[in-house]
């Protein structure tokens, strides 16, 4: 009976562990030289956090914090995909129409794809995608 308990605290200090690392992960910062659209708002251009939502209920949701004015918004219902792993270094993926506005498309780390609706543009022929490498956020 006691080895059964052992194991279940090994194992939830484990979880515990690992779930801590892969929040760790997923805590970004981005220069932007562009505003931006995301789900909350516009975004003027400057230096940002990406930083998973606080909550299991969220899920795989990413608050998005200027670091210069402090303001925070929700990056919107997102579509995470572990299976698709970025290929080359994290970037925040933007689509841009030849207006000069651009929406925050996807955040692709080494943990996954997280993807967001863009609105339908009349003209998708004329849009580009534009990527902006994000680098970890030191945990000291």
Do not use: W
Request: a positive charge; hydrophobic letters at 40%.
């Amino acid at each position: 009976m006691k080895t059964i308990a052992y194991r279940i605290i090994v194992i939830a200090a484990s979880v515990i562990a690992l779930g801590t690392t892969a929040f760790g992960q997923t805590r970004m910062t981005a220069e932007i030289p562009f505003s931006f659209r995301t789900a909350s708002g516009t975004m003027p251009a400057g230096t940002y956090e990406f930083n998973r939502a606080p909550s299991a209920v969220l899920g795989h949701s990413i608050i998005i914090r200027n670091v210069a004015t402090d303001k925070s918004v929700f990056a919107g219902n997102s579509l995470f995909n572990s299976y698709s792993r970025a290929t080359e270094a994290p970037v925040a993926v933007f689509v841009c129409g030849t207006d000069g506005s651009c929406a925050l498309k996807a955040l692709k780390t080494r943990d996954g794809s997280t993807e967001y609706d863009v609105p339908k543009s009349k003209n998708r022929e004329k849009m580009s995608e534009i990527k902006v490498p994000m680098k970890p956020l030191s945990s000291d």
